[in-house]
C-alpha cells in the first residue's frame, strides 16, 4: 500500500503562505527533501500550487535540484476548476477526490508526495488519508498569511523523527495514529 505523505515549509507562527519570502535553507535540508521525492513516483498538489509549480519548473534545466523529478513525475491535481493542464504527466483528479486517492494508495508503486497545498493537505486530514506529515519549521516569525491548520482541522500524529538544520530550520516529521 502507498502512503501519501506531505511536507511543507512552515513559519514558527504556522505561516505556509509564500515561503519564497522567508526560507531558510542549506543542503542538508534539501537531501532531506531530496529523499523524500526519491520515495514518491507522483505528486499530489492542490491548485493553486500546482499553477505556481507550472509556471515556474518546466522552465528550470535538469541541473536544477529536483527538476527533473518534478517535470517527468505523474502529477495529480485536485481542482474542481482547472480542465486544461499543460504541464507534462499532469491529471486533474475528477469527481470524489477521497475515492480517487483511495484507489491510488492501493495501487502499485511508491508513495504520493504532497508538497506545499495547505487547502489539500487540511482536507486529506479530515478524509484520514493523509499518512505522514513533516513540517520544516523556519526560524522567523512573519505575523500573518495562510496558515496550516484551521479551526476545523483535527488529526491525531505522533512525532515520529526531528532533525535540526545548520540553517536553524527543524524538520517535524509526525505520522497519523490511524496510518
Known amino acids: 500500500m502507498r502512503n ?13 503562505e509564500a515561503p519564497e519570502k522567508w526560507v531558510h535553507s542549506d543542503e542538508e535540508m534539501f537531501a532531506a527533501i531530496e529523499a523524500d521525492y526519491a520515495g514518491a513516483d507522483a505528486l499530489l498538489l492542490g ?10 519548473w518546466p522552465a528550470r534545466g535538469n541541473d536544477v535540484p ?10 495529480y491535481v485536485a481542482s474542481t476548476t482547472l480542465r486544461s493542464p499543460q504541464w507534462q504527466n499532469t491529471t486533474v483528479i475528477e469527481g470524489d477526490l477521497a475515492e480517487t486517492l ?11 508526495m504532497v508538497n506545499g497545498s495547505a487547502t489539500l493537505v487540511r482536507s486529506l486530514m479530515r478524509a484520514d488519508l493523509l499518512d505522514e506529515l513533516r ?39 509526525y505520522r497519523s495514529v490511524d496510518a
Open 66 to 75: 529536483n527538476a527533473e523529478w518534478m517535470n517527468t513525475t505523474r502529477k
Open 135 to 173: 513540517l520544516f519549521v523556519h526560524p522567523v516569525v512573519v505575523g500573518s498569511g495562510t496558515r496550516l491548520f484551521d479551526d476545523a482541522t483535527h488529526a491525531d500524529l505522533t512525532l515520529t523523527h526531528t532533525q535540526a538544520y545548520p540553517s536553524g530550520v527543524v524538520s517535524l516529521t
Open 47 to 56: 491548485r493553486r500550487t500546482y499553477e505556481i509549480f507550472a509556471g515556474s
Open 102 to 112: 483511495t484507489g491510488l494508495k492501493a495501487a502499485p508503486g511508491k508513495n504520493l
Open 4 to 16: 501519501i505523505n506531505a511536507w511543507l515549509f512552515t513559519t514558527l507562527d504556522g505561516v505556509v
